[in-house]
């Protein structure tokens, strides 16, 4: 079993619409989460950061951590075509090393 | 402006040829990391170094070596005993003292090596 599950999808929705994008973990040592979006060919670029449980807004992008869960997701309000990208998550217990799931490949269609 | 630069963006590789991808990074950040994304999957870390003249193998090391002469500088050899070698290849850097945003890793933009 990977320490992080993602639904690879590919994930096709209208613009305008709600997204929910979700991980699991297996790890409850992990405390650092984060969501990264990668456009096609680049690197990936840092979106949300969320220490311990709880939840994080920024804009349309709201991250929330449900440690008893194991779980984590990210929500994208009122999405529009510019956010079609592969959305990666994230996370750590520490010492800086990173586990990342497998992406979720997102498509906002106009 | 402060970031991570790779090259070259294409690389390609003869078999039983060893290749170097470039990493800089103007960040002040102590660590680095490499990392490789095949179609579909994740980041697999191959190597990391949280200081100068030390670094760590990752989940992936076989076939790859790394040096970190330079606090800037994090350069990756691929050499030919990586069978599999063609793949995206990402570059990292993060700090410790960065208080706001811990453990966070920064991407650089990547080279896809080819083998011809």
């Known amino acids: 079993q990977k320490e992080v599950e993602q639904d690879p999808g590919p994930l096709s929705v209208p613009e305008g619409a709600i997204v929910s994008l979700n991980c699991t973990y297996s790890?409850?040592?992990?405390?650092?989460f984060m969501w990264y979006r990668q456009y096609s060919r680049k690197g990936p670029e840092l979106l949300m950061y969320?220490?311990?449980?709880g939840n994080k807004e920024d804009g349309r992008f709201t991250a929330q951590v449900d440690k008893s869960s194991k779980y984590i997701s990210l929500f994208i309000r009122d999405s529009q075509p510019s956010d079609s990208a592969t959305y990666l998550c994230?996370?750590?217990?520490?010492?800086?090393?990173?586990?990342f799931g497998q992406g979720t490949r997102l498509t906002i269609n106009p | 402006d402060g970031g991570i630069t790779q090259s070259p963006k294409y690389l390609f590789r003869k078999e039983g040829q060893n290749v170097t991808l470039s990493c800089e990074q103007n960040?002040?950040?102590?660590?680095m990391y490499w990392y490789r994304q095949d179609p579909g999957q994740g980041l697999r870390l191959i190597y990391y170094?949280?200081?100068?003249?030390?670094?760590q193998k990752g989940d992936i090391a076989e076939g790859y070596s790394v040096s970190r002469e330079k606090k800037e500088s994090f350069p990756l050899t691929v050499t030919s005993a990586q069978k599999n070698p063609t793949a995206f290849y990402l570059c990292?850097?993060?700090?410790?003292?960065?208080?706001?945003?811990?453990?966070?890793?920064?991407f650089g933009p990547g080279t896809r090596l080819l083998v011809l």
């Open positions: 969320t220490y311990s449980s």
């Open positions: 790890n409850s040592a992990f405390q650092y």
């Open positions: 994230a996370m750590s217990a520490g010492a800086q090393k990173l586990v």
């Open positions: 990292a850097s993060s700090s410790p003292s960065d208080s706001l945003v811990l453990e966070t890793q920064y």
């Open positions: 170094s949280q200081i100068v003249n030390d670094f």
């Open positions: 960040l002040n950040h102590d660590a």
